[in-house]
């Protein structure tokens, strides 16, 4: 291949060159001959064009000037080139092409029908079949995947995708194997690592520390991308029975993305394009695990919350697994009842209690749950009608039951202030939501404490669903992590730590708020006990042994550590100053009130609190983006 030089090129042809032609006719005849000829030359040097061009697709993806001169049949034919000529592959830098020919035709097919079609009149989809097969490596995988999910997206290109039978078991397949094969082919060996993986990578910045960290996002995206293709089948209800095996359905709600693809529906997102479907619906109700999984989702502050409430939804109304989910399902959706808009959706706490009031064949405490909701709203339409004096009384008498629990909290009489919590709602009007998300959050902290964390889940997430916005009141955050710790929910009670972390940040709350950006010492623990725990590659590392480099001794990543160097917040901070649930919330006054087992003690507030600095890379304003080449 004819390399790039300055003023004078000695090499006709030259494709740098050729892109500096003045004469746009001469410049398209020179670029058209250039991607007629380029498969089957032989010269060194032929990566420099293709990386300028990958460069330009991802720069320049709606351009149509390369589609009209052939860039997809040329791409084509250098991945068949690479796969059938492994001589040529191996020679000078040609080992990179493949991965730049796959990933070019991904770029300019991620926005365009037309091209798409382009792209499959040109015969590009066997090459990406044979490359999804692992027939190179698993970096060529994720570009392939990547490429056949942008094809797979449109009406007029998905049949000619489907059409090759095996994609979808290969995506499958890869869907759900794609952390361990990364795992095990590049991240559990440093020193075997495939030197042209490490600079793709890296991009140039070389070192163990970046590679492996790239290895964590990319392996993600390799995930997400086999489900995005999946997804696009998930839509067909023929191909429904290929995708509710058992097997399949019960991994979905762990894959979640990771911290570092937050942008990626991820699982949830296929279970809800599953759900859709009456054929879906069945074999999700069936599947064993599966709706405890979804409430979880469902209770929590995932981005993707409202696919999961959705999936719910569905089960529910469907007579042929309403009766299969009913009494796992009501728990949760009554708590999620008073949410008003969650992102888009809009009225979203009405549509829960629509379906909750059609709920047949439910237990008794599911029946008393939804009894619950339904007085309750309709409370709130005759305290719509009330004198405004009524409802001041009523305010009045809830405040004096509060104060009353929060003498007994820090007395040490716990039970006792629940309790009261629980009559002072009662009282509270409807419409006071400040109040009763700061009832409910004290509550939270009660059961907590008592060890019920099943019982504080469900109280931090009403005061979550009532405040406003949804989902950022810190302490509810706070506590709802610790109890999702004590249940071993590393996931959940990450995302709810690092939110925690980012409303701390921005609140005026002397207790809350954190100086330069600093994270509280207590929450940092928990997020990195909870990254540890929710580590991307924590089961291929224990499955495979840990991560191995010459001369050190095994060590297993990932694997959980004795309890006495990772003990929970709630261990460990209440013997310190207590900071593990920051005193009861209390609108009216400034007082806070803390302690733990026998001993209790009121606490003036102090600014000079020990605090360290935050880890980076976490969602919510904390977020590793996507590399420029993937959006």
């Known amino acids: 291949m004819e390399k790039a030089s300055s003023q004078e090129c000695p090499y006709p042809g030259c494709f740098f060159c050729v892109m500096k032609e003045g004469n746009p006719n001469k410049r398209r005849s020179c670029i058209l001959k250039f991607f007629r000829d380029l498969p089957s030359q032989d010269d060194d040097g032929q990566v420099l064009p293709i990386s300028g061009l990958w460069n330009t697709a991802m720069a320049h993806p709606n351009d149509p000037e390369f589609i009209d001169l052939g860039i997809f049949e040329c791409m084509s034919a ?45 015969g590009v989809i066997p090459p990406l079949v044979e490359l999804l097969r692992g027939r190179l490596t698993w970096v060529e995988q994720r570009v392939a995947v990547r490429a056949l999910g942008h094809l797979a997206t449109y009406p007029s290109t998905f049949s000619s995708v489907a059409s090759h039978g095996e994609i979808l078991e290969l995506a499958i397949q890869l869907g759900m194997s794609s952390l361990e094969i990364v795992y095990s082919h590049f991240y559990q060996f440093p020193d075997r690592r495939l030197s042209y993986h490490c600079d793709l990578l890296t991009r140039g910045m070389g070192g163990v520390e970046m590679e492996s960290r790239k290895a964590e996002e990319w392996a993600s995206q390799l995930q997400c991308w086999s489900l995005q293709l999946i997804n696009c089948f998930a839509f067909k209800s023929e191909f429904l029975p290929a995708l509710c095996k058992p097997e399949f359905l019960v991994s979905l709600p762990v894959m979640w993305g990771g911290l570092v693809n937050e942008n990626s529906p991820a699982g949830i997102g296929l279970l809800r394009t599953i759900c859709q479907h009456k054929l879906g619906r069945g074999p999700v109700s069936s599947c064993s695990g599966m709706m405890e999984a979804l409430c979880n989702i469902a209770r929590s502050s995932d981005d993707w919350q409202y696919m999961a409430i959705e999936c719910l939804l569905w089960l529910l109304q469907d007579p042929n697994t309403s009766h299969k989910v009913v009494d796992k399902a009501v728990p949760t959706l009554v708590d999620l009842a008073e949410i008003t808009n969650l ?81 002072a709602l009662s009282l509270c009007p409807m419409r006071s939501k400040k109040e009763r998300v700061v009832l409910y959050s004290n509550r939270a902290q009660c059961h907590l404490l008592l060890q019920q964390p099943l019982v504080a889940i469900s109280d931090a997430t009403r005061a979550l669903s009532l405040h406003n916005p949804v989902n950022r009141h810190a302490k509810s955050l706070w506590r709802r992590a610790q109890a999702y710790d004590m249940l071993g ?83 460990s901070d209440i013997g310190d100053d207590g900071r593990d649930h920051m005193g009861l919330d209390d609108e009216e006054e400034e007082e806070e009130v803390e302690g733990h087992g026998e001993k209790w003690k009121n606490r003036e507030k102090s600014s000079d609190k020990t605090e360290k600095t935050s880890s980076k890379g976490m969602r919510h304003g904390y977020s590793i983006k996507l590399a420029e080449e993937d959006m």
């Open 78 to 122: 250098l991945i068949w080139k690479g796969l059938k000529n492994r001589r040529w592959l191996s020679h000078d830098q040609n080992i990179y092409i493949p991965y730049y020919a796959a990933h070019i035709i991904g770029s300019y097919t991620m926005n365009m029908e037309e091209f798409a079609e382009r792209a499959v009149e040109a």
């Open 489 to 571: 929910l590393a996931k959940e009670s990450l995302l709810d730590a690092i939110l925690f972390i980012n409303e701390c940040s921005q609140s005026n709350d002397p207790d809350l708020s954190m100086r330069q950006n600093k994270v509280p010492d207590y929450a940092e623990r928990l997020v990195k006990k909870q990254m540890r725990a929710a580590w991307l590659f924590k089961e291929a590392a224990l499955k495979h042994g840990g991560v191995h480099r010459k001369g050190e001794e095994r060590e297993v990543y990932g694997n959980e550590s004795d309890d006495s160097e990772w003990e929970t917040a709630s261990e």
């Open 343 to 423: 992102g888009d959706h809009k009225k979203l706490g009405d549509s829960i209690v629509s379906v909750l009031q059609e709920c047949d064949s439910v237990g008794s405490r599911s029946r008393e749950l939804i009894e619950e909701t339904v007085n309750a709203r309709q409370r709130l339409k005759w305290e719509k009608s009330m004198p405004k004096e009524d409802l001041h009384i009523k305010q009045a008498a809830a405040l004096v039951v509060k104060l009353e629990g929060n003498s007994l909290f820090s007395s040490g009489d716990i039970a006792g202030a629940a309790e009261k919590y629980s009559e």
